[in-house]
């Protein structure tokens, strides 16, 4: 994350995506389907390589493929680029969030735990009751400690500050879900 200046003066608080040139690699009724970054061929199962022509190169294919539904006519070996966005476009942003690992309760979904007081000596993060009024099981999506993070996460309403197309950056107001170096897809609205 970084910070930016507008127009006025006023700091807007912005991450700051790299979008390097996606390639259409194929074309289907609805769907493209769309490579990113470059793999050698040799670590590329059979099925993906077929691609590689795409890339004017024959030892190298595209890293990742993903799919998107489109409503917009293109061509197999068209580019997509930071030019796509202006300034101001709503945006909406969907990624894996950061891994956390095991987490109690209180980390997890915000419980408060225990009272400090009248013996509590060791149970003042724990859950409590968990409930089985009468059926004497634990309900299914009951609230406890477990691995936190690492979910799909999609944000809406997110606003472009500012495209270089230079350095093929695009810079958006607020939090982006993920790590640095976290695949990124940004659909515009």
Do not use: W
């Given at each position: 994350?970084?910070?930016?200046?507008?127009?006025?003066?006023?700091?807007?608080?912005?991450?700051?995506?790299?979008?390097?040139?996606?390639?259409?690699?194929?074309?289907?009724?609805?769907?493209?389907?769309i490579g990113y970054g470059e793999r050698?061929?040799?670590?590329?199962?059979?099925?993906?390589?077929?691609?590689?022509?795409?890339?004017?190169?024959?030892?190298?294919?595209?890293?990742i493929l993903k799919e998107f539904k489109?409503?917009?006519?293109?061509?197999?070996?068209?580019?997509?680029?930071?030019?796509?966005?202006?300034?101001?476009?709503?945006?909406?942003?969907?990624?894996?969030?950061?891994?956390?690992?095991?987490?109690?309760?209180?980390?997890?979904?915000?419980?408060?735990?225990?009272?400090?007081?009248?013996?509590?000596?060791?149970?003042?993060?724990?859950?409590?009751?968990?409930?089985?009024?009468?059926?004497?099981?634990?309900?299914?999506?009951?609230?406890?400690?477990?691995?936190?993070?690492?979910?799909?996460?999609?944000?809406?309403?997110?606003?472009?500050?500012?495209?270089?197309?230079?350095?093929?950056?695009?810079?958006?107001?607020?939090?982006?879900?993920?790590?640095?170096?976290?695949?990124?897809?940004?659909?515009?609205?």
């Amino acid at each position: 994350m970084t910070q930016l200046f507008d127009e006025s003066g006023k700091v807007v608080p912005g991450t700051v995506v790299s979008a390097c040139p996606l390639t259409v690699v194929g074309v289907k009724a609805g769907k493209i389907q769309i490579g990113y970054g470059e793999r050698r061929l040799s670590n590329i199962a059979k099925p993906q390589r077929k691609v590689g022509a795409l890339l004017d190169k024959e030892k190298y294919g595209f890293a990742i493929l993903k799919e998107f539904k489109s409503e917009v006519a293109m061509n197999e070996g068209d580019k997509i680029d930071v030019s796509t966005f202006a300034e101001g476009d709503k945006v909406v942003v969907s990624a894996i969030s950061k891994g956390k690992g095991f987490q109690g309760v209180v980390k997890r979904h915000g419980f408060e735990g225990g009272r400090r007081s009248h013996g509590q000596k060791h149970s003042e993060r724990e859950p409590g009751s968990i409930g089985a009024g009468g059926k004497q099981r634990v309900f299914p999506g009951m609230r406890m400690a477990g691995r936190m993070g690492g979910d799909r996460v999609t944000l809406k309403n997110l606003t472009v500050a500012r495209v270089d197309k230079e350095n093929n950056q695009i810079f958006i107001r607020g939090a982006v879900p993920g790590r640095k170096g976290t695949l990124v897809e940004i659909i515009a609205k």
